[in-house]
C-alpha cells in the first residue's frame, strides 16, 4: 500500500478549515495558540515600556486617554 503525502502547508489549511467549522474561529485560535511559543523575552519587553510604572498610574494614564 502506498500512502500519497500531501505538502504540509495543504495538511494545516485544511486542518484549519476544519477546526474552524467545528469549533468557531475563536476556539480554533486558542486550540492554535496553545502550541505556539511566542517570541522575544517579555519581560525585558514590560520593562522597556512601562518602567517602573504601578499598576494605578497605568490605569490612571489610561483613563486620562480616554477623558
Known amino acids: 500500500m502506498t500512502v500519497q503525502t500531501k505538502p504540509l502547508a ?3 489549511r485544511r486542518a484549519i478549515e476544519v477546526l474552524t ?3 468557531g474561529t475563536a476556539d ?3 486550540f492554535v495558540n496553545q502550541f505556539t511559543m511566542g517570541l522575544g523575552d ?3 519587553e514590560r520593562e ?3 518602567g517602573e510604572e504601578s499598576l494605578e498610574q497605568i490605569i490612571a ?3 486620562a486617554k480616554g477623558a
Open 10 to 12: 495543504d495538511v494545516t
Open 21 to 23: 467549522r467545528e469549533l
Open 28 to 30: 480554533t485560535l486558542r
Open 42 to 44: 517579555y519581560t525585558a
Open 48 to 50: 522597556h515600556l512601562l
Open 61 to 63: 494614564a489610561i483613563k
